[in-house]
């Protein structure tokens, strides 16, 4: 099994910058990926940016390409999703996941921290 634990969401102004992280622990090395969704009140969930845990490629949504960056920190097993010149768009329960290696499913999901741009 693998946890994952979020924070760093909060209330920000549009054009302001916040930055979440996501800690994972237990079996890591079940997973070789992470990233990030997100949930927007009465919208499907939707994918943002992910990560790969060996080689650091990276992929975003185009609605964040430009504004938002994912990066890692390996020896810390966190990932970090910042994101600037934010919009009332981005107000949404951002959550980070993960895949399994094996089955490439989104087996691991976090908790959730809520992030609300306002205008």
């Known amino acids: 099994q693998v946890q994952l634990v979020e924070s760093g969401g909060g209330l920000v102004q549009a054009g302001g910058s916040l930055r979440l992280s996501c800690t994972a622990s237990?079996?890591?090395?079940?997973?070789?990926?992470m990233s990030w969704f997100r949930q927007a009140p009465g919208k499907e969930r939707e994918f943002v940016a992910r990560?790969?845990?060996?080689?650091?490629?990276?992929s975003y949504a185009g609605s964040v390409k430009g504004r938002f960056t994912i990066s890692r920190d390996h020896a810390k097993n966190t990932v970090y999703l910042q994101m600037n010149s934010l919009k009332p768009e981005d107000t949404a329960v951002y959550y980070c996941?993960?895949?399994?290696?094996?089955?490439?499913?989104?087996?691991?999901w976090g908790q959730g921290t809520q992030v609300t741009v306002s205008s």
């Open positions: 996941a993960a895949p399994t290696k094996t089955t490439l499913r989104y087996d691991y």
């Open positions: 237990g079996s890591i090395f079940s997973i070789n990926a």
């Open positions: 990560i790969s845990w060996g080689s650091v490629s990276t």
